[in-house]
């Protein structure tokens, strides 16, 4: 097991111990599967030492804070919101990385304004709108597709 592997297998453990009394909807409202997913593959992504180095100092400190006490949590939280929403930033920006349905997001809601667009035009706004959501769909579900494929959903 080479130095990647056992710093990714010891923060999973650290986080997983931090997690035990919080209940899975706690866990996904505080990031738990996007640390461990983020735990997973940036490693095995290609970047310099440094880049190693600050990922891996900025995981264990956003561990560390990960809130653990359901009774004191609510003190916790307000810093632990404000280190995982710096953490997730990062990592997105630094790595390139989209979060799942994230283009159909997007193109959804493009898709729906060049329908509304198109229904004017028509004399129907109630047709337009569909057709929007269809072609928006279709595009964000197509580059989601690319994104996954390429290994740049977390």
Known sequence: MDNIQAWQLAQKDILEKKSIKLTDGVKKSNGYDFIL????KIPLRPQTDNQLQNFRTQTETLI???????ETFKSEQAFYKKAFS??????????????KGFYIAIWLSLGISIGVAFGVSMGNIALGIPIGIGIGMAIGAGLDAKAQKEGRTI
């Open 37 to 40: 997913s983020a735990i997973e």
């Open 64 to 70: 560390a804070a990960f809130p653990t006490n359901p």
């Open 86 to 99: 710096t953490y997730k930033n990062y990592i997105l920006k630094e790595y390139k990385l989209v979060m």
